[in-house]
């Protein structure tokens, strides 16, 4: 810290400025030890946050791949293709809309793939889209549309149903 002794330019000494440079106190360790408990403080608090995003992303995916398994094996399963795929897609509506799923404000498409005969493949692909939470505060792109899918094949025995 530098200050000013003296009377100035036009001071009636006439010697000009006279400074000294006095001593900065030395800074304390315990005022480091706040702003490092502070940074660390709100590190884990948007840590705790980015964990609470990936919940409903996580429960969406369950919900899907759930829902995709259980509708190819009864699209697969079914000796009417046409019955099959109705069924098979109310089967995979029931799962999204079940009380155990907790997948508020997501969204879910489905597609079935109806068997092309007797013993063919079969499948479900559903596609979903999580809210992404706390995207304000922690700066997070929206991921998009995703999706999960099964292909089941029935079994040699039912495709002599026909």
Known sequence: MIESSGQGRSGASGSGDKYTISRVPPRSESGQALAETAIFSIMAVLLGFGLLTFIPQHRARTVAT??????????????????????????????????????????????VLAPNGPGSAAGCVIFYHAPVFFNGLLGLHDPGWSAEWFISQSESWKARWR
């Open 66 to 111: 759930s829902a995709a398994y259980s509708c190819a094996q009864f699209v697969s399963q079914s000796p009417n293709p046409t019955w099959a795929v109705y069924q098979a897609e109310a089967v995979a509506r029931r799962t999204f809309e079940a009380d155990w799923s907790g997948t508020l404000g997501v969204q879910y498409n489905v597609e």
